[in-house]
């Protein structure tokens, strides 16, 4: 077995279990975490794939700044494992049911292909800083000025929902 | 040369993506389901990115010095911005409704119904 494929078995292991843990674990802090190990597998992945740019932004913006906003929510709100609701296991039933006819029907329409990946010696230089910067710079740089004015709206929008005026308001 | 089947990726992105619906269906946490959605966003950037490597992966082999895939790439980098957006308002809104109803149990959102 090569170190790639080593690898990937690793990571999807790690990958699948930690999300797994996210959705059943009690407690909202745990699963944020968990959720963290998830992308640090996924960040993996990327780097295996060679997706290097890719996998220093999953791991800068989700894992660090993303989840350091979710875990300040929760440690804001005081959330813990005894206060957490819970459904009817009816309910998890069903839900789990057809979350896992959907998995099957997805899998029987997808699996008859023969792509591969692969990685041979000085290959694979599309996923480095400078071919996509450069695409980024002439070919779509109409989307990423769009996407800023974009993070401004949602700085807005946040501080409009966030303000202490608005609660008073909405009650 | 070691091959890892694109089959294999699908399957990987597939489960992510239904323990993210399970997620959302099973738990009455807003912050939970709301994370969820994020899981289900990064299996679909797993699968994009796998699709743009297999896709220069065969381009490769007939042009060296071709950059086919990059636009793949470069759709799972707007995504990920756009989940930051998203995250932001998302978890302003979260926090406003914690403010007035003093919980994040979804099964008190019911107030349209009636």
């Known amino acids: 077995m090569h170190i790639n494929e080593i690898l990937f078995w690793f990571l999807t292991a790690l990958a699948l279990f930690s999300a797994m843990m996210v959705v059943f674990s009690k407690n909202p802090v745990h699963s944020v975490l968990w959720l963290i190990m998830v992308f640090m597998a996924i960040t993996g992945h990327y780097i295996i794939m060679n997706a290097q740019f890719l996998a220093i932004v999953n791991m800068i913006v989700y894992a660090g700044a993303i ?93 409009v929902l966030g303000k202490k005026e608005s609660s008073t308001i909405v009650s | 040369m070691p091959v890892i089947p694109i089959n294999y990726y699908i399957f990987l992105s597939l489960a992510l993506f239904t323990i993210g619906i399970v997620g959302v269906l099973t738990r009455r946490n807003a912050i939970i389901i709301f994370m969820c959605i994020e899981l289900m966003l990064n299996a679909v950037n797993v699968l994009l990115v796998a699709f743009s490597k297999m ?53 008190f959102l019911n107030r349209l119904k009636h």
């Open chain 2, 55 to 107: 896709h220069h992966v065969a381009a490769f082999a007939a042009d060296r010095a071709t950059t086919v895939g990059t636009e793949a790439q470069l759709f799972v980098f707007f995504i990920m911005v756009v989940a930051a957006a998203e995250v932001t308002v998302g978890l302003a809104i979260i926090v406003m409704l914690y403010r007035n109803i003093h919980s994040v149990d979804i099964n």
């Open chain 1, 67 to 159: 989840m350091v906003l979710f875990l300040f929510v929760i440690m804001f709100m005081n959330l813990n494992a005894e206060s957490e609701p819970q459904k009817s296991k009816w309910m998890k039933f069903a839900a789990v049911l057809s979350g896992g006819s959907l998995m099957l029907i997805l899998i029987a329409a997808l699996k008859d292909n023969d792509g591969f990946i692969s990685s041979m010696r000085g290959e694979g230089s599309i996923g480095l800083i400078k071919n996509l910067g450069k695409v980024l710079f002439t070919d779509y740089v109409v989307p990423f000025e769009i996407s800023s004015i974009l993070f401004l709206s949602a700085m807005v929008g946040a501080v």
